[in-house]
T-cell receptor, first 106, second 114 residues
Framework: GDSVTQMEGPVTLSEEAFLTINCTYTATGYPSLFWYVQYPGEGLQLLLKATKADDKGSNKGFEATYRKETTSFHLEKGSVQVSDSAVYFCALKLSFGAGTTVTVRA | DVKVTQSSRYLVKRTGEKVFLECVQD?????MFWYRQDPGLGLRLIYFSYDVKMKEKGDIPEGYSVSREKKERFSLILESASTNQTSMYLC?????????????FGPGTRLTVL
């Protein structure tokens, strides 16, 4: 069945550091892929998505490219801020990864 | 603006109690979902509904039931709460069944069963 596997955390970074969170998927066909973010005390909200192979989703300085050949959808940000501290989830359809907790220190 | 609301942010219940978690969306969405979120396990789908009075089991339906009498409202019921149902419960909705749909989440209900 459809599933995603994402890098386990927690991840702790300093401000302005580069962030990458790995996500790989198993799916029939080519479903859309999503990254959701959960800030402390809140529900999940969409960060970005890509609907077909080679698409790049981007939002708030984050990017992820739908790679069919490596079945991956890694999340990246070039320079993180304290406000990026959150839990990040990779998802496809109704399957979610375990979540990666990211803490950014000033 | 899209809005999904859940009846309680925090709930404390005793073992054996019947528990109702309510979710309401104001976007006229067809589909609604209940997940539970546990550390290290991510989100696991309990039940979902594609239409009024329709329901489908997710990955972990045991110990839960649901009700969808109106399009905007989807209730999760714990018939007899147990301590292993202590968790964060998240409700979500989507416009239709397309795999491209973004899920819109409520703020969550943190349930503790003593």
């Amino acid at each position: 069945g459809d599933s995603v596997t994402q890098m386990e955390g927690p991840v702790t970074l300093s401000e302005e550091a580069f962030l990458t969170i790995n996500c790989t998927y198993t799916a029939t066909g080519y479903p859309s892929l999503f990254w959701y973010v959960q800030y402390p005390g809140e529900g999940l909200q969409l960060l970005l998505k890509a609907t077909k192979a080679d698409d790049k989703g981007s939002n708030k300085g984050f990017e992820a490219t739908y790679r069919k050949e490596t079945t991956s959808f890694h999340l990246e940000k070039g320079s993180v801020q304290v406000s990026d501290s959150a839990v990040y989830f990779c998802a496809l359809k109704l399957s979610f990864g375990a979540g990666t907790t990211v803490t950014v220190r000033a | 603006d899209v809005k999904v609301t859940q009846s309680s942010r925090y709930l404390v219940k005793r073992t054996g109690e019947k528990v109702f978690l309510e979710c309401v969306q104001d976007m006229d969405h067809e589909n609604m979902f209940w997940y539970r979120q546990d550390p290290g396990l991510g989100l696991r789908l309990i039940y979902f509904s594609y239409d009024v009075k329709m329901k489908e089991k997710g990955d972990i339906p045991e110990g839960y039931s649901v009700s969808r009498e109106k399009k905007e409202r989807f209730s999760l019921i714990l018939e007899s709460a147990s301590t292993n149902q202590t968790s964060m419960y998240l409700c979500a909705s989507t416009p239709n069944g397309a795999s491209t749909d973004t899920q819109y989440f409520g703020p969550g209900t943190r349930l503790t069963v003593l």
